[in-house]
């Protein structure tokens, strides 16, 4: 008779990983004691874009940043400023 199936071991939590990992890696610990949940880093003036475009639109300045060894965020800036030539500044 042949053997059945065998359960793997569960994933290990992030308690047993945390408590594992180097003093540098651990997460920072808030005033109250309690671990951060979430420790994010302002870039400047940075902000999120989230605007619905067409497919084309995103493929095209994808395949433009990769041409011109450029980031999307920086041809957008550069749009812009063309677009502020020709219609003017808001």
Partial sequence: M???????QPPRR???IRDEAPDAAKPAVSPGGTPAKFDH????EKVQFNKRITRRTADGYEILAIR????VPDLIEEALEL??????KI
Wanted: aromatic share 4%; charged share 40%.
């Fill in 41 to 44: 880093q302002a870039e400047g």
């Fill in 14 to 16: 992030r308690a047993e």
């Fill in 83 to 88: 677009l502020e030539e020709k219609y003017g």
């Fill in 2 to 8: 042949s053997r059945g199936l065998t359960l793997a």
């Fill in 68 to 71: 011109t060894r450029r980031k």
